[in-house]
């Protein structure tokens, strides 16, 4: 759970992880994307899209990641990265 | 004559919308003096103009105004001809054999408007009135999801009985109907202007796509045709309903005209502008474009006597130059339009269309009747099942689709149109509409078409294997578990 009230200050926060993800972890896109009702509405990444199925994480009762690499990734690797943005958005509580 | 209480929700609602008129900053985008110069100026092209045009637009760039100008002018066949051609090379390129398949869903015809040309205007006795219950909705989408549709269009009156709230509901209840394998995966809405706040409303249940039709962006005629004592004669109040529908976050919004109310020539700029003024605020066009023709209603004679009705000829040229104009927005073609001119249709530049179509309200469940009149708002020309549909679709290589992955993805908006559209499509949506597709044939499809079906797909996986070895990988897998029972698959 973000606790952002201000969407734009949310949209940048999440730019600037999914940023350093794609930066530090070797990742194509990232970006995250918010649930409402069926729907999962973007709200910020970055990256280059590399035109493959990307992998969805459920990060909280309405957050998404989607994250983009070249090749399917490793059980540590992934466990790398949500520790990492699980860290980041404790952070922003 | 209104009720009580339909008068006293439409008067409440009439005081707002001439609120909203005084505070809206916004311009309004239509200036007809320059829509008649432009199109006034660029009569009779020379060929040699019209081609240099058709050139530019087989960079797949879009066309300005002025361009558009030039070609609503073009009459010589020979220069049609080779216009069609060119809205048939840009929707190969961009769009290849995939084309997404909805329905339309009436949910109610009660409405306090007055349109002339509307069989479902309130003055029209002949319309038997209805707003679905709850209950009455899910048995509709019973009907529709046994036949295979995943996508459905839901249309609503303007009536407090289907306001914002009840719209919210509609929403839910359409997502909430499972049967087995059977539910609705994407509701798009169309549905009368509304405020910020009640489009935030109809987000927060998941809509799909908002669309609202201007029906006219001729002023005068818009006057003419909406009565001063509706809601629906502010024209502004319509013009911006989709700015305020991306304000409120709904970032899939739909424009569309009627065509024959007016002008085709003007209709076709005033979309134009629409779309631009959208991408100038947003950064992001509209999601499609709808352009339906004035077809005969019950008791309606505008509908048959209106001077600007279009011929099969202008329609065909309007949509192929919409394509070429606006190459990266979806077209959408209805059911009012007959099967054979409907076939020709899809090649210059549909990219969308309704299949096994009943528009009465209530009319999935009473499948057995084609027509329904009474509660219908005009009369459809393709009466075809899902399944008949679909096979004419195969016998011109083209692939259906049901896909509802990108609004599941976050693909949507701005994100989404930020993407080189022929590489989503070539990667993103021709896949998953296989993948649907495989879906339907595995559930829904009859012997002929599952046949068909499947050797449309062997043909495509392979043809994906040269290209994307890894993607066409993935999808076959995604076949094989779709075989083994699994659902729902998509990239």
């Not at chain 2, 209480?5 to 809206?24: G, V």
């Not at chain 2, 190459?327 to 001119?341: F, V």
């Not at chain 2, 599952?450 to 993607?471: C, H, M, S, V, W």
């Amino acid at each position: 759970m973000i606790f952002i009230s201000n969407e734009k200050e949310k949209e940048r926060v999440l730019s600037e992880i999914s940023k350093t993800l794609c930066e530090n972890f070797g990742l194509k896109k990232v970006y995250f994307a918010e649930s409402v009702g069926r729907r999962l509405h973007h709200i910020a990444g970055y990256g280059e899209e590399s035109f493959y199925p990307s992998e969805k994480f459920h990060l909280s009762h309405n957050l998404y990641v989607f994250i983009e690499s070249n090749e399917e990734l490793k059980d540590d690797r992934r466990e790398k990265i949500l520790d990492f943005i699980e860290r980041e958005l404790r952070r922003l509580k | 004559m209104l009720t009580a209480i339909e008068k006293k929700w439409k008067d409440n609602r009439f005081e707002l919308i001439k609120k909203y008129e005084k505070l809206e900053k916004r311009k309004d985008f239509i200036d007809d003096n320059l829509i008649w110069d432009l199109i006034k100026k660029n009569e009779n092209p020379e060929p040699k103009r019209i081609r240099e045009i058709l050139s530019k637009a087989r960079e797949l760039k879009g066309l300005t105004p002025e361009e558009v100008a030039v070609l609503v002018n073009c009459k010589e066949p020979e220069l049609v001809n080779e216009l069609c051609e060119t809205a048939s090379y840009i929707k190969q390129e961009i769009y290849g054999k995939r084309i997404v398949l909805f329905a339309p869903l009436y949910v109610s015809n009660t409405c306090v408007n007055n349109c002339i040309y509307c069989g479902y205007r309130r003055s029209n006795p002949a319309i038997k009135r209805h707003t679905l219950t709850m209950d009455e909705l899910r048995d509709e989408v019973k009907a529709l999801t046994s036949v295979g549709h995943k996508r459905v269009l839901a249309v609503f009156g303007e009536h407090p009985n289907s306001d914002a709230f009840y719209i919210a509901q509609a929403i839910e209840t359409i997502y909430e109907t499972k049967e087995g394998r059977n539910e609705i995966r994407r509701v798009n809405i169309n549905a009368a202007p509304m405020t910020v706040e009640e489009y935030r409303l109809i987000r927060e249940v998941g809509i799909g796509t908002y669309q609202v039709f201007q029906e006219t962006y001729h002023h005068e005629t818009y006057k003419k045709l909406h009565p001063k004592d509706t809601l629906k004669s502010s024209f502004l109040w319509r013009l911006f309903a989709l700015h305020r529908a991306q304000e409120a976050g709904i970032d899939d919004v739909a424009l569309g005209v009627l065509f024959g109310l007016y002008d085709w020539r003007f209709e076709v700029l005033g979309l134009l502008f629409h779309s631009l003024d959208m991408e100038r605020e947003f950064g992001v066009g509209p999601h499609t474009i709808s352009f339906p023709r004035l077809k005969p209603a019950v008791n309606t004679p505008f509908s048959t006597s209106s001077p600007y009705l279009v011929s099969d000829e202008d329609f065909k040229k309007i949509i192929a130059i919409l394509r070429c104009a606006v190459p990266y927005t979806g077209l959408i073609l209805t059911a009012r339009e007959a099967p054979e001119l409907r076939k020709e249709l899809i090649k210059v530049g549909v990219s969308q269309t309704d299949a096994g179509t009943r528009i009465a309200v209530g009319g999935y469940r009473q499948m057995q009747k084609e027509h329904i009149p009474e509660k219908q708002q005009f009369l459809i020309d393709d009466t075809r099942t899902l399944d008949e549909f679909i096979y004419e679709l195969l016998k011109d290589s083209l692939i259906p689709s049901f896909c509802t992955a990108c609004y599941r993805c976050g693909r949507t908006g701005e994100h989404f149109m930020g993407l080189p559209k022929s590489a989503v499509i070539k990667f993103f949506c021709t896949p998953n509409a296989v993948l649907t597709f495989k879906e339907y044939l595995l559930d829904y499809a009859s012997k002929r078409t599952k046949e068909l079906g499947e050797k449309i797909i062997t043909q495509y996986i392979n043809d994906l294997f040269q290209i994307r070895p890894a993607l066409a990988m993935r999808v076959e897998e995604y076949l094989e578990k779709m075989e083994d029972g699994e659902r729902d698959f998509y990239i």
